[in-house]
């Protein structure tokens, strides 16, 4: 295992790539205003409506998943309560 980790310490490389020229950015990060009532409202709304959304998806693949399943449980039952023909 130290051999392994031996070889892999040395193996990463950092590349980083510019124009020349061009003005590096330096990212502010600005204080975040407490969200009024009426947008808290509309993002609890949007992610309600999300979830729904999703679940709704969800059932669109199980419901025929289930239906072959079904199917196929449905068949193997029928057959295995044949009763063994006379030979």
């Known amino acids: 295992m130290r051999l392994l980790e ?3 310490s040395l193996a990463t490389i950092d590349v980083s790539l510019r124009e020349v020229g061009a003005v590096v950015g330096i990212r ?3 204080a975040r205003e407490r ?5 808290a409202w509309d993002r609890a709304i949007d992610g309600f ?4 959304f999703a679940v709704v998806v969800g059932l669109g ?3 025929p998943l289930a239906a072959i399943a079904f ?3 449905f068949g193997y039952r ?3 309560a044949r009763p063994a ?3």
Do not use: C, F, K
């Not at 969200?35 to 947008?39: I, K, M, Q, V």
């Not at 409506?49 to 729904?52: E, F, Q, R, S, T």
């Open 71 to 73: 199917a196929i449980g």
């Open 78 to 80: 029928r057959y295995r």
């Open 28 to 30: 502010q990060t600005m």
């Open 6 to 8: 031996n070889q892999t």
């Open 49 to 52: 409506l999300g979830v729904i």
């Open 61 to 63: 693949y199980l419901i």
């Open 35 to 39: 969200p009024s009532l009426g947008e």
């Open 85 to 87: 023909s006379a030979a």
